[in-house]
């Protein structure tokens, strides 16, 4: 987006009738938007880290990545939270049936074979 964020305003046409139009945004707030996804990208980047390296499952790649939290996942899974919390863990990420990992690969939009094989997606990222 090379630092624009675009806006939707209201303003008076030559009849005095209000329309939509685009606003190149607002310099200040911008540049707050692009540290804000930097900040984002960071955290992906470190979550990634910590999956390739078995700390934690790829389940909170996927998640951080998607910016959702436990609760919105879970919700979007139809599991209770502290499911979705074991999953974090890698031996029990491990441990997961097809049926909850498909769940999961849904949600995030990518294959089943994807998060199954995380490690190759993640190397590559």
């Given at each position: 987006m090379e630092g624009r964020f675009e806006d939707v305003c209201?303003?008076?046409?030559?009849?005095?009738?209000?329309?939509a139009v685009l606003s190149k945004g607002w310099s200040p707030k911008n540049e707050a938007m692009l540290q804000a996804w930097d900040?984002?990208?960071?955290?992906?980047d470190k979550i990634r880290q910590d999956v390739l390296s078995g700390k934690i499952s790829p389940i909170a790649y996927y998640m951080e990545k998607n910016?959702?939290?436990i609760k919105l996942l879970a919700d979007y899974v139809e599991l209770p939270k502290r499911?979705?919390?074991?999953?974090?863990?890698?031996?029990?990420?491990?441990?997961?049936?097809?049926?909850i990992l498909q769940r999961y690969a849904e949600t995030f939009e990518i294959s089943l074979e994807?998060?199954?094989?995380?490690?190759d997606t993640l190397t590559r990222s």
């Open positions: 209201y303003a008076l046409d030559e009849n005095g009738n209000y329309v900040l984002i990208r960071e955290k992906v910016i959702m939290d499911k979705v919390r074991k999953h974090l863990n890698p031996e029990k990420f491990a441990q997961l049936e097809d049926e994807e998060l199954k094989n995380y490690r």
